[in-house]
């Protein structure tokens, strides 16, 4: 039976940067819906367009779009065992969707690790975030540089800091985490899912925390 993790916490909080780490321990493949959207909008598909405008306001792309993306993605032939899902589901219908998606394969949602920081913190670790041109690794200035600046560890690709690490917009998707995302911590809690892990702690403690319970689990 194929076995779904799904990463929960705010933007910043390290849900990319632990799925990368837990998806090569685990050998599954890491699925961030955000990610995809980026990819989509540098290969200037049509879905990439239609998400264009919200991501640059930081408001979420409609549900219809993000959720046929995901099916998309989870009935490839890689997600057969599972997958970590890293910024999906964000909202009660996309949950309720993943549910669905995921009994048609086979599967379910084994365990959701929350990831929780302080709000103060997210500011100060989005406006340091570095990302990689080629897949999307992820670097802090001052918490996790690469060894040469500017330049990804991983595949010596150019980095960048993304358009909507800027404070305004940044703000904007703090915002939109407590309105929308939020309400999903209750949801997964009464699902008897959830896992709260303190994300205000050095990377590797993170990920060794991350790691059993993750392999207690599944
Ligand atoms: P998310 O995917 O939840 O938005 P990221 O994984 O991209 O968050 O992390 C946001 C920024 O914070 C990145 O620059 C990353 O290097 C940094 N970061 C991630 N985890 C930690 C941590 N435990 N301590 C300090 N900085 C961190
Ligand atoms: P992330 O890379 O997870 O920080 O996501 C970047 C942006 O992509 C978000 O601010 C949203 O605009 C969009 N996005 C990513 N995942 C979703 C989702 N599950 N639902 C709606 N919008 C999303």
């Known amino acids: 039976m194929p076995k779904f993790i799904v990463f929960l916490g705010p933007p910043g909080a390290g849900k990319g940067t632990q799925a990368q780490l837990v998806a090569k321990e685990f050998d599954f493949p890491h699925i961030s ?26 408001d979420l792309v409609p549900d219809e779009l993000t959720i046929s993306m995901i099916q998309e993605r989870l009935e ?6 599972g997958a970590i899902l890293d910024g999906f589901p964000r909202t009660p219908a996309q949950a309720k969707s993943l549910e669905k998606i995921l009994a048609d394969l086979g599967g379910q949602v084994n365990i959701v690790p929350f990831i929780n920081v302080p709000e103060e913190v997210l500011v100060r670790r989005l406006s340091g975030r570095w990302i990689c041109r080629a897949e999307g690794h992820v670097f802090h200035e001052l918490h996790n540089p690469p060894k040469k600046a500017g330049i990804c560890d991983y595949d010596g690709s150019e980095l960048y800091q993304r358009e909507d690490d800027e404070e305004e917009t940044v703000k904007n998707r703090i915002k939109v985490y407590f309105q929308k995302t939020r309400p999903l911590i209750e949801y997964y809690q009464t699902a008897g899912l959830l896992k709260e892990i303190d994300g205000d702690k050095p990377i590797n403690d993170v990920v060794e925390e991350l790691k059993n319970v993750i392999s207690q689990a599944i």
């Open 33 to 58: 819906s955000g990610d995809i959207f980026r990819e989509n909008i540098k290969n200037r598909t049509d879905l990439g367009l239609k998400a264009k405008g919200y991501m640059e306001q930081g």
């Open 76 to 81: 490839r032939e890689d997600c057969r065992d």
